[in-house]
């Protein structure tokens, strides 16, 4: 799937054709089985507690692993960016209301198809041997199957989404003789803790089906 070269540095951004998206474009790709580092949550994202504490679960499991890639299987790579699903009982309390009380989420670290529950599992020891992130135990290791997606870039703030949610699921999909068929994904170019919110990048990826 990745098509990775066993020596130099993989940047995933760069080589997996699922990373590519363009503003004001909605562009239909289909998606491969693609493995993650992932834990779950519900609540606001700016004030859940619970939400800091599984990004910081997510990412000494996922750096202990690309470590043990380059030392063990000589196979280095850039840790990909934090992608997140995104959904509510409600969606209207996602998409329009935007209440983010009632959000649920999962966040998601890319994995390369090279490591294996083993690898995962030293891994967590590793990365739980000092002081150990509170949410260690919840992070697992999942593929995530979405088949055929529509997805475009958005530059902006997260709560600047909504327009272009509107368009996509109101316009592009069902009048392409789509139907939404699986959670909405966000895959995150910025890091939201140092960029300013009208310089972020965010893929939004919606999964379709006929």
Known sequence: ??????????????????????????????????????????????TSPEFTAAVEALYPVAYKLKFASKRDLGRDYVVPPLEGLWWAENMESFTTARDKSRWDWTMM????????REEFAGAVDRAGAKNGPARLGD????????????QTLHVGSFDDETAVLERLHH???????FRMAGKHHEIYFSDFRKI?????RTILRQPVAR
């Open 196 to 200: 300013a919110p009208e310089k972020q």
């Open 1 to 46: 799937m990745t098509g990775a070269p066993t020596n130099g540095k993989v940047d995933f951004k760069k080589t997996l054709d699922t990373y590519r998206a363009a503003r004001g474009e909605f562009r239909v790709v289909d998606v491969p089985d693609m493995q993650y580092l992932m834990i779950d949550g519900h609540g606001d994202p700016n």
């Open 139 to 150: 992070v697992r290791l999942e593929t995530l199957t979405e088949g055929t997606c529509v």
């Open 171 to 177: 316009e592009f999909v069902p009048g392409n003789g």
């Open 109 to 116: 670290l890319f994995v390369p198809d090279w490591i294996g």
